[in-house]
Every structure is written in structure tokens, then in C-alpha cells.
T-cell receptor, first 113, second 110 residues
Framework: DAGVIQSPRHEVTEMGQEVTLRCKPI?????LFWYRQTMMRGLELLIY????????DSGMPEDRFSAKMPNASFSTLKIQPSEPRDSAVYFC???????????FGPGTRLTVL | KQEVTQIPAALSVPEGENLVLNCSFT??????LQWFRQDPGKGLTSLLL?????REQTSGRLNASLDKSSGRSTLYIAASQPGDSATYLC?????????FGAGTILRVKS
């Protein structure tokens, strides 16, 4: 049974470039979360979808960040234009149980030069 | 605003020792509490989930307790092994959001 799948696992880009991170949640889960982890701020929730609809995007840092979930099995997090301070590990998680347990993907390590 | 604190920030113990990791949260109106493990450069692995109505959960050598009224949870690891070395994160589900502590870095020496 596959867990949450994220791609790419590593991304190195130059400042000003567009970056797209991808996530496939666990089949049957109806909630999807994007988190960012940095040494300074720890793990922070960026945005949360329920049944493909964005419910809470208050954690999205700036308009440069956008997220979509076109269907139940795919979500993207886009940064345009990217900046060095966006360098972090970005995690996707999904949840589908009544208990609310969240399952995390392996993360995408983003480096913006 | 919910805040989660984990103590200690780091812990180094000899193999075989029993140990306790602490987590506290400021707002007791939580839906559940989850303990995670994170290995260096890896994602988060869910260890235990405690619903707000529960007092404890057990899985193998791990036991987690929850005292919602005092805003505290503990993770007890019995007979620690070098393979237990990792960062342990506590998170509370507050509304729609998982709010994380900064973690406890555990090193078990062989």
C-alpha cells in the first residue's frame, strides 16, 4: 500500500525561477496538507484541502505561493518567483480517518540559489 | 494561539535505559495529539495518535499519555535501542491545523 508520494525529492533552482512541487495523497484520503520545515521556524502548515477544496490558506507566506488540487489524487504547490528564503523542506500529508491521523510524504528539499 | 513545547530539546542515554519525552500545549481544546519520529533527511513517521477523549495509547515499547486538562503529554520509550535515535515530534490537532513542537533529538548510545 503506497504512502504519500512527493516529487521531486530534491530541487535546486536559481532565484526568480518557478518551482512546482507535486504530491499524490494516499488513495481514499479526503484531506491534504502542505507543510514547510525550516531550522528557524520548524514545521508550519501552509495550506489545507478537504475534498479538493482549499479550506485554510492562512499559512501561505506570500502571493508568490499558490496551491491547487485538481482531483483527489494530485496536488501541486507552486512558487513563482522563487527566492533564497524559500529554501526549506516541503512536506505533503494526507488524512482520511475519522481520528484525523495525518500521514506524511518523504518531503521535497528545495534549495534556491 | 496554540503553542506546543517539547522538553528536553536533546537527550543522550545509554542503550537499555527507559526514557520519557515531554510535550505541553497551551490550549486544551484539541481534537487529538500525535507523536512522530523523524530520521535525518527523512519524512515524518506517525508513532501514536491519542484522541482527546483518551488517556493513553501503546505500541510495542512506546506508550503515550495525554492529560488534556493540564495540557501535557508524555512519550515513554522502554528499553531504548540505538535504532531509536531520531527526532521525536509532538503535534496537536487544533481545529484543522497540526501545530508542532520543536522536537526532542534523542541519541541512544550502544
Amino acid at each position: 500500500d503506497a504512502g504519500v508520494i512527493q516529487s521531486p525529492r530534491h530541487e535546486v533552482t536559481e532565484m526568480g525561477q518557478e518551482v512546482t512541487l507535486r504530491c499524490k495523497p494516499i488513495s481514499g484520503h479526503n484531506s491534504l496538507f502542505w507543510y514547510r520545515q525550516t531550522m528557524m521556524r520548524g514545521l508550519e502548515l501552509l495550506i489545507y484541502f478537504n475534498n479538493n477544496v482549499p479550506i485554510d490558506d492562512s499559512g501561505m507566506p506570500e502571493d508568490r505561493f499558490s496551491a491547487k488540487m485538481p482531483n483527489a489524487s494530485f496536488s501541486t504547490l507552486k512558487i513563482q518567483p522563487s527566492e533564497p528564503r524559500d529554501s526549506a523542506v516541503y512536506f505533503c500529508a494526507s488524512s482520511g480517518t475519522q481520528q484525523g491521523e495525518q500521514f506524511f510524504g518523504p518531503g521535497t528539499r528545495l534549495t534556491v540559489l | 494561539k496554540q503553542e506546543v513545547t517539547q522538553i528536553p530539546a536533546a537527550l543522550s542515554v545509554p542503550e537499555g535505559e527507559n526514557l520519557v519525552l515531554n510535550c505541553s500545549f497551551t490550549d486544551s481544546a484539541i481534537y487529538n495529539l500525535q507523536w512522530f519520529r523523524q530520521d535525518p533527511g527523512k519524512g515524518l513517521t506517525s508513532l501514536l495518535l491519542i484522541q482527546s477523549s483518551q488517556r493513553e495509547q501503546t505500541s510495542g515499547r512506546l506508550n503515550a499519555s495525554l492529560d488534556k486538562s493540564s495540557g501535557r503529554s508524555t512519550l515513554y520509550i522502554a528499553a531504548s535501542q540505538p535504532g531509536d535515535s531520531a527526532t521525536y515530534l509532538c503535534a496537536v490537532l487544533d481545529g484543522n491545523k497540526l501545530v508542532f513542537g520543536a522536537g526532542t533529538i534523542l541519541r541512544v548510545k550502544s
